[in-house]
């Protein structure tokens, strides 16, 4: 386990809700992987990422599925495109990621509580 934080440190990670508007490869990342455009609701905006969950997750499956995503992060270049937000997920048995789950949909831009 990590040193405890407050709950003053966790209220500065927005972590938010966000659907998958548009999903494809990724040929220019040093590890497999695809660009996403999210959509996180009129207050945020759509933002790019990068994600490695090529294992798991086919691109025409990926349009239209709610995320979380940490979206007050810096931007980090990654190859050509610029990663605004960072999708969240758990490694399985192999290192290979699974996405976090929504399980019922909320609206987008809804901050985790």
């Known amino acids: 386990m990590t040193e405890q934080i407050t709950f003053d440190d966790f209220l500065k990670v927005e972590i938010r809700a966000g659907t998958i508007v548009k999903a494809e490869v990724f040929p220019?990342?040093?590890?497999l992987a695809y660009k996403l455009?999210?959509?996180?609701?009129?207050?945020?905006g759509q933002k790019k990422c990068?994600?490695?969950?090529?294992?798991?997750y086919q691109v025409d499956e990926l349009v239209g599925r709610?995320?979380?995503?940490?979206?007050?992060?810096?931007?980090?270049?990654?190859?050509?495109?610029?990663?605004?937000?960072?999708?969240?997920g758990y490694a399985d048995q192999n290192g290979d990621i699974v996405l976090a789950a929504i399980d019922k949909p909320v609206p987008n831009g809804e901050r985790l509580m």
């Open 37 to 44: 455009m999210i959509d996180f609701g009129p207050q945020i």
């Open 66 to 88: 709610q995320v979380m995503a940490v979206t007050n992060f810096p931007p980090r270049q990654i190859g050509p495109i610029r990663s605004e937000v960072l999708t969240l």
């Open 50 to 56: 990068s994600a490695q969950i090529t294992v798991h």
């Open 28 to 31: 220019e990342a040093r590890k």
